[in-house]
């Protein structure tokens, strides 16, 4: 295959739209601990995010988690490989209408919708009523992606970017594919083999023995029921180019389309480099340049140099797990937490801050 024709092209046709294929494993619990969540109710509803999300900070957060033990899938586990993207999208994990598809209740089911942010990464309101209903009948925040007005709408929240927990175990987020079952909440076991589904290269190989988990939190039609798709920031802002919405660094470079600051690289220093330093300072480079400030997507986008290795299109084996509670607690809504909230729909969320109040219907 070209150079790179690569990294997802997956994530790049269904964009968090859609549904898909079957997917099957056998589920190996992993018990973490869990944590309680506080709802209020009344006329106007507290958005409960406390201090920006790009200042919680992933590295800071792992910390204060249990870490599960995973076995070695080498010989057991379905065989897959990962992409990756970060297009900045609403999640489709957070939309009602696609629980209601599979018969699922987006408040009570898998964790329910997953949490949406603003242009400037704060929590809003993964699901309102819809435009003109007063009870009943509830919809999506509008996705950015697609909108006329994207700065208004919902992103993609930039706590979602991968993070290590040690050297060979890492958590993230992706996207997965199943037309049979909701998979949105669901959280899957990885480990690399050292090999790759296109283009042979060093830095895949170094990946090879390393495990990750990945709660789903887009589900899609047109991808292998072993596939996932990887949310690592850097890695191509796909069709719609809403990133620079909530990143307006007019300095910056995003690579390529589908692909990134990985495609970037690659083209520069090619597959068959036998200095996969090359590619990882590469990748570095353009990372601090695009993300400088941003403390989340940063360390997100050098996890893809630094832990990663700069990896492109890596072959895995994959089973499913029970959640590790940092996923969990970045997946949930804090403000969806009843099935029928009478929340009011808006046309801008651009305005919203920590501590807001998010109007409701009488």
Known sequence: MNKFFLISLSAAIFAFYGCGD???????????????????????????????????????????????????????GAAGFAAAFWDACRPNCSDPELFKKFGANPYK??????????VHSYEIPAFTLAKGSTSGTYSAVPNACGSKTPSQSAFACTDMAPVAVND??????????SGKELLCGKCFHIQFTGEAKYNESQSTKSIKGKHMVVMILAQGSDGQSTQVD??????????YDVLPQMVPNDNTKWGEPYGGFVAECYNTFGFDNSKPQDIQECIREKCKVAFDGEDNLLAGCLWSADWFNGANMPMHRIEEVECPQY???KYMSTINTEADNNFKYQDDWSIYNPGDFVETVE
């Open 22 to 76: 079957d997917s099957s494993s056998s589920v190996k619990p992993q018990p973490e601990s869990s944590s309680s969540q506080e709802e209020s109710s009344s006329s106007e509803v507290a958005i409960k995010t406390g201090p920006t999300i790009k200042d919680r900070g992933n590295l800071k957060a792992i910390k204060n988690y249990p870490v599960a033990k995973y076995k070695n899938i080498q010989e057991s």
């Open 327 to 329: 996923l969990v607690d």
């Open 109 to 118: 089911d898998s964790y329910g919708a997953s949490k949406s942010c603003s």
């Open 168 to 177: 060979t175990l890492a958590y993230g987020f992706a996207a997965g594919y």
């Open 230 to 239: 990887l949310m690592i920031p850097g890695s191509g802002n796909g069709a």
